[in-house]
């Protein structure tokens, strides 16, 4: 196991509807990244935090939102919900924002009806 | 245009055989590659990182090649097993101006070991 926690493993939501979905970073990682991983796809970035700023940003809406605690722990926002919403999302901690390594979560599967 | 591509899409080997999953790569500025291990409905484990420097990296039955000129990467498995069953994934990274490591995936290669 990476020590990367993501909750909760499974949602259900309707479109329109708003998802939140939280992470925690592996102790002593101040990075955290969110990915959407479309089925038998691989993952898509879609923004980073470090040290509670966002750091980066992939090709996704503005209604992708997120933020990172002091604890470094982050939560990923998505308004409006769309049917092409529905994934893997996976978050990743890093120790840094440079080329170490990203440990990834077991991921949350949601899905838009 | 940022780009990995992986093949081939889905491989079915047998128990103990040998295989090369391939990754060609279109990323520019080049910082490192990364094979992952996905298992089904998990997040990805690293297996090798290499950087433009290195040409070859293992980590037990696992080994990569890099071919920088090329931006060509293998990842072979040897005397696979079951629990070898997964997606493989190509990562390359990016350094983003403004201070960040852009990580771009592949699709993968689905990996089927049977007994």
């Known amino acids: 196991e990476t020590g990367v926690t993501q909750s909760p493993t499974h949602l259900i939501k309707t479109r329109g509807q708003q998802v939140t979905l939280r992470c925690s970073s592996q102790s002593g990682h101040n990075t955290v990244s969110w990915y959407q991983q479309a089925l038998g796809q691989g993952p898509q970035f879609i923004f980073q935090?470090?040290?509670?700023?966002?750091?980066g940003r992939g090709n996704f809406p503005p209604r992708f939102s997120g933020l990172q605690f002091p604890n470094y722990s982050s939560e990923l926002n998505v308004n409006a919900l769309e049917l092409d919403d529905s994934a893997l999302y996976l978050c990743a901690s890093a120790r840094g924002r440079g080329q170490e390594t990203q440990y990834f979560g077991p991921g949350t599967r949601l899905l838009v009806l | 245009k940022n780009q990995v591509e992986q093949s081939p899409q889905s491989l079915i080997i047998l128990e103990g055989k040998n295989c090369t999953l391939q990754?060609?790569?279109?990323?520019?500025?080049?910082?490192?590659l990364r094979w992952y291990k996905q298992d089904t409905g998990r997040g990805p484990v690293s297996l090798t990182i290499?950087?433009?420097?290195?040409n070859t990296k293992s980590n037990g039955r696992y080994t990569a090649t890099l071919d920088a000129d090329t931006k060509q990467s293998s990842l072979h498995i040897t005397a696979s097993q079951l629990s070898d069953s997964a997606s493989y994934i190509c990562v390359v990274s990016s350094w983003v101006s403004g201070g960040y490591n852009k990580l771009i995936f592949g699709a993968g290669t689905r990996l089927a070991v049977h007994p």
């Open positions: 935090y470090y040290r509670e700023e966002e750091n």
């Open positions: 290499m950087t433009f420097s290195e």
């Open positions: 990754c060609n790569y279109t990323v520019s500025p080049f910082s490192n």
